[in-house]
């Protein structure tokens, strides 16, 4: 199924009108910084160079694809990120909370100072990334707390 491109313009419009639904859109090189969005599904959306900072979403459907897109500060609250996408994002400061998280992917994502209260059944899935206290955990983990103590050499009572 290919993606519906989509202006901010038209995305906020239709918001505005009431619409909720914006499942396999493409919204790319946009400014939503500070919007407040309640209830939106972007099930299988792509937001590629986007602007999130400060953005407050709740109660929504976030199964999407995140590139290059900037959520520092960003609360995130009441959504389901199961299998969600983060590609090179800047989530410093962000907050989510009582967020689903099975398998969301975290990739060349910086995590400093992010807030997390989530759940899920499968871990998430991290690589290159820069934990909550700003150490950078190279390569593939599930947990970054045991990754570090992995490449320490210091597993001793974690297993």
């Given at each position: 199924m290919e993606r519906e491109r989509v202006t901010v313009?038209?995305?906020?419009?239709?918001?505005?009108?009431?619409?909720?639904?914006?499942?396999?859109?493409?919204?790319?090189?946009?400014?939503?910084?500070?919007?407040?969005?309640?209830g939106i599904n972007l099930h299988g959306a792509q937001f590629c160079?986007?602007?999130?900072?400060?953005?407050?979403?709740?109660?929504?459907?976030?199964?999407?694809?995140f590139i290059y897109c900037n959520f520092r500060d960003a609360l995130i609250e009441h959504c389901d990120l199961e299998r969600t996408r983060f590609y090179d994002c800047d989530l410093r400061g962000a907050t989510l909370r009582y967020v689903e998280l099975t398998s969301t992917a975290f990739t060349r994502v910086n995590l400093q100072g992010t807030k997390t209260y989530g759940s899920g059944k499968d871990p998430c899935?991290?690589?290159?990334?820069?934990?909550?206290?700003?150490?950078?955990?190279?390569?593939?983990?599930?947990?970054?707390?045991?990754?570090?103590?992995?490449?320490?050499?210091?597993?001793?009572?974690?297993?």
């Open positions: 313009e038209e995305f906020l419009r239709r918001y505005a009108a009431g619409e909720r639904d914006f499942q396999q859109i493409l919204l790319e090189y946009a400014d939503l910084s500070g919007v407040e969005l309640q160079y986007v602007n999130l900072s400060s953005i407050k979403l709740w109660d929504c459907n976030l199964k999407a694809q899935q991290l690589w290159d990334v820069v934990r909550q206290d700003g150490v950078f955990v190279p390569g593939f983990t599930f947990d970054l707390y045991i990754a570090e103590r992995i490449a320490e050499g210091t597993t001793k009572g974690v297993f």
